[in-house]
């Protein structure tokens, strides 16, 4: 049973254009949403996260849209570029325990 | 130096062999976390360990076991490798607290089980 859900799982992006990843959670008892960014040979970092009580986070061109009633939240990189391209996990978590989506592979295109 | 490294980076082994893979932390962090990554499936929690005392089944602890040594060091044992076992394994640990938790994770132990 996978409790975050995250689309697509990959995704080609011109550069300069915006890239949008999606994820779905089940437990309402997350209180805690990360997006990490993980690039090859390397371990996940965390990009940016936001906590229920906002609808949106923003740090630079990184947007995080949360839906609580949808159980629902997204990443927007605006302005998309080569140095973006990586992997990408959202999360949920509480009680110090975080449950990460399939992951999402994004190639920006020069 | 990194903050949190995992050894061996790179493992090759055979069915039914016991393997051990290391997680050391300069971090000062209390808790712990074991991770596998699979291509399609994301990073799932295996074990996790908020003290040296406290040790947490996650969701795929079968075939698993841990030993949480002392703060800094967290240790994943498979006790008879299988196949399916293979997988890139990531070590992770967060300061906890009021923040649930920026994790910090090693660079990673790719396992290959023959």
């Known amino acids: 049973q996978q409790q975050v859900k995250q689309s697509p799982q990959s995704l080609i992006v011109q550069k300069g254009g915006i890239s949008i990843i999606n994820c779905a959670y089940e437990n309402t008892a997350f209180d805690y949403f990360p997006w990490y960014q993980q690039f090859p040979g390397k371990g996940p970092a965390l990009l940016i996260a936001i906590r229920p009580d906002v609808s949106e986070k923003k740090e630079g061109r990184f947007t995080i849209s949360f839906n609580k009633s949808a159980k629902q939240f997204s990443l927007h990189i605006m302005d998309s570029q080569p140095g973006d391209s990586a992997t990408y996990f959202c999360?949920?978590?509480?009680?110090?325990?975080?449950?990460f989506g399939q992951g999402t592979t994004l190639q920006v295109k020069p | 130096d990194a903050d949190v490294t995992q050894t061996p980076r790179n493992r090759i082994t055979k069915t039914g062999k016991r393997i051990m893979l290391e997680c050391s932390q300069t971090?000062?962090?209390?808790?712990m976390y074991w991770y596998r990554q699979d291509p399609g499936l994301g990073l799932r929690l295996i074990y996790y360990s908020f003290d040296v005392k406290d040790i947490n089944k996650g969701e795929i602890s079968d075939g698993y076991s841990v030993s949480r040594q002392a703060q800094a060091k967290f240790s994943l044992s498979l006790e008879s490798a299988i196949p399916n076992q293979t997988a890139l394994y990531f070590c992770?640990?967060?300061?906890?607290?009021?923040?649930?938790?920026?994790?910090?994770f090693g660079e990673g132990s790719r396992l290959t089980v023959l």
């Open positions: 971090k000062g962090h209390d808790r």
């Open positions: 992770a640990t967060s300061g906890g607290g009021q923040n649930t938790g920026e994790l910090f």
């Open positions: 999360a949920g978590g509480n009680t110090g325990k975080l449950i």
